[in-house]
């Protein structure tokens, strides 16, 4: 648990009115202001949104003091112990808070549309290095003084080395990781003056990467100053490094210019997704580029098949729903498809202007779906009436499906992936995902076991290859590969990786057995996200 206090300085609209804080799990203890005691109310827990903090404060009060600890499950905490990290000799703690996970250990306003600047002092065990999501810090001292929203505070506790990239970037992992991880990541200042060049400056100071142990639930997490990233991305070829692309793209979209409610989710992700594909045309060439276009279109359309038509809304109704339920390929591949033919119809030298001018307009404000929209309408559509007409905004934003007009990419390389008459050791991961997607389900059991031999797939140290292979292992009865599921399922918790292996498990009753065997040993190493996320597809109950 973490425990101590929480000093809230309060810009107060209503003198009358009392101070509402978010809490989930929380255990409140006193509420002070002049080291006076004040009279506080902690509502009843709501599934979604926890308890409402309710505190009555005097009438010149501008500040409150709150003396709180958290719960051993609070969502927003995992909490390892030694032999879940990679060194095996320290615990390990990290937090995750978006989309609303920052009321679980920080009584505060938990909504993106609040921006607020922090410090912190963090005691921890003194063979641990401490570090959070600040622009400054003295040991373990923090500071914050450009406003974030809540969802980007972000604290990690671990046996953590650091090793220099370039002279404002730089990675912390566990000792055992440390090297692997600065190889792949060695492009990572290379990819800040890339941004820097198309969008204006960097305006965080340092940027710094922290590769987490495995259980991580996300593939990166763009806190700033500070991105957190996931293991499962080191596959010793760059070749997953899109994922820094767009944890990077977030210090701009997102974190710099934010979504004011998570309604308006698009605004951080579809802008994001775009500009990282820009970076890595920039940086990797136009090829790489496409194919990753082709891929990220193909899972679109494959969820737009699953989903029901009020969430294939890239302006989607959350009302009463976790917000965490609006984070599917929606906000991230169709908002960059609408921006993309933006770009395409207005053309790219008259896009980039925009798209400068809107990080610069709304610099560390949070803005509506409807404020982008009427700066885009001023900004662009009305100095190109012409191509503006071109583009059917509406069906956009408040429609499901995609419009006729959206984009279509074409990638050379993937292309003659279908006519290859058999893998190459050239193939980047792309194009072996292209390949595994593209053979049939299920496949026959000779010819799995011939790719296994020639190229070892089972045991492939890429994740989204590996991922990839044993959902295809699963669909068609691979028994070969069924040991490294479980041992798999056991090592990862990256939501996007073990999710889909689980619900391909589920499909059979054998599956099914099996599925509840995993996970029955695996959950307890699981982010309180991922165990949300598996909970719903196994229909676990505690």
Known sequence: MLSGTAQLRLQRSDPDAPLVLDTRGLHIFRVTADSKDLAFELGAPDPILGSAL???????????????????????????????????????LFSQNQSIHARSWIPLQDSPGVRITYDARIDSSENLRVLMSANRSTGRTFEMDLPVPPYLIALAIGDLDFAELGPRTGIYA????LAAAAREFEDTERLVNTVENLYGPYRWGRYDLLVLPPSFP??????????????????GDK???SLISHELAHSWSGNLVTNATWRDFWLNEGFTTYLENRIQEEVYGREQALMEQVLDRRELEKQLTELPPADQILHVDLTGRDPDEGCTYIPYFKGALFLRQLEQVFGRPAFDVFIRSYFDRFAFQSIT?????????????????????????????????????????????????????????????????????????PSDESKLSELDTTW???RSG?????????????ESNYQPAYPRIENYLQEVGRTSLVKPLYTALMKTP????????????????????????????LHFSK
Request: aromatic residues 10%.
């Open 54 to 92: 309710t505190i009555t404060l005097p009438p010149n009060a501008d500040s409150v003091c709150v003396h709180y600890a958290t719960q051993p499950h609070a969502s927003g905490l995992q909490w390892l112990t030694p032999r879940q990290t990679a060194g095996q000799r320290h615990p390990f």
């Open 174 to 177: 566990e000792p055992p990781v």
């Open 218 to 235: 996300f593939g990166g997490m763009e806190n700033p100053c500070l991105t957190f990233v996931t293991p499962t991305v080191i596959a």
């Open 239 to 241: 070749s997953l490094v």
């Open 369 to 441: 779906t409807a404020e982008a929209l009427d700066y885009l309408r001023q900004e662009l559509f009305a100095r190109f009436p012409e191509q503006a007409l071109q583009i059917p905004l509406d069906n956009w934003i408040n429609d499901w499906g995609l419009p006729a007009s959206a984009p279509r990419s074409r990638s050379s390389r993937l292309e003659a992936v279908a006519t290859a008459a058999s893998p190459s050791s050239a193939w980047s991961t792309q194009e072996w995902l292209e390949y595994l997607k593209s053979l049939p389900r």
């Open 456 to 458: 070892h797939l089972t």
């Open 462 to 474: 890429n994740h989204e290859i590996l991922e990839e292979w044993l959902l295809m292992a699963i």
């Open 510 to 537: 054998e599956g099914a057995t099996l599925a509840g065997k995993f996970y029955a040993e695996a959950r307890a190493g699981y982010h309180p996200i991922t165990q949300t996320a598996v909970d719903k597809v």
